[in-house]
């Protein structure tokens, strides 16, 4: 009788712990981030639906800086806001001027 209690004891431990682990180890695919227990799709951060050069601007000194500082570091993140910031100004000014989003 003892060991039918110890393998009910032990089996009721490994029951409990299974489910605890199985979520601890729970990744959504490339492309989706877990939000709430759920994965979500994550829209990227570069993109390209400037309608006008000040929008252009601002967003692209953000994905730019975001870019350099992952890349290089805080020296990283200046050179990538500048350079994302006149990139973005000029796909902003043509996609004001071919009426595109």
């Known amino acids: 009788m003892v060991t039918r209690s110890k393998m009910f004891v032990i089996a009721a431990v490994l029951a ?3 489910p605890v682990a199985a979520t601890a180890a729970h990744r959504c695919s ?20 400037y309608s006008n050069p000040v929008s252009g601007a601002a967003s692209g000194m953000q994905a730019g800086a975001a870019q350099g500082n992952a890349t290089a570091g805080p020296v990283g993140a200046l050179v990538g806001g500048a350079v994302g910031t006149a990139t973005g100004t000029i796909t902003g000014t043509a996609n004001m001027l071919t009426g595109r989003r």
């Open 30 to 49: 490339p492309g989706y981030a877990l939000h709430r227990g759920v994965c979500q799709p994550i829209q990227p951060i570069t993109t390209p639906g």
């Open 16 to 18: 409990a712990g299974v």
